[in-house]
């Protein structure tokens, strides 16, 4: 399964619209591109592969696989990037302004739902990332 996310930067964050064979999932928000930096700047665009991960701390998300220079890149439930994320990336139902939105957590079960129906599958998730 391929989805692709089409990416809008600003100086305070980065927006972008999530798809799937064309089709709109949700919203993203991110941190803005500060040149890859560790816990401050969005990843580079490219293609990742996604894998299912759960800790205590976020449950059920998603991790962004190798990611050139930063570890541990995820997509969980946030609603403003500022203050909620340290690189990766949240899904959010609407965009409220840049690098913010509400409603992460039902976004976030879209994604999870779509991507584990995948996962059970032996599919491999591959996220492409572009402008």
Request: aromatic share 6%.
């Amino acid at each position: 399964m391929e989805l692709l996310l089409q990416r809008h930067y600003f100086k305070e964050g980065t927006n972008s619209a999530l798809f799937v064979n064309g089709h709109f999932i949700c919203f993203m928000i991110e941190l803005p591109w500060l040149d890859n930096k560790r816990m401050v700047s969005c990843i580079p665009e490219g293609v990742y592969e996604l894998q299912p991960r759960t800790s205590s701390r976020l449950g059920n998300h998603i991790h962004v696989k190798s990611v050139a220079d930063r570890r541990l890149i995820l997509i969980h439930q946030a609603n403003d990037a500022t203050k909620e994320l340290e690189g990766c990336l949240s899904p959010v139902s609407q965009l409220t302004g840049i690098g913010t939105g509400w409603s992460s957590k039902l976004a976030m079960q879209k994604i999870l739902s779509l991507c584990h129906q995948a996962f059970e599958r032996k599919e491999i998730i591959l996220l492409t990332i572009n402008h």
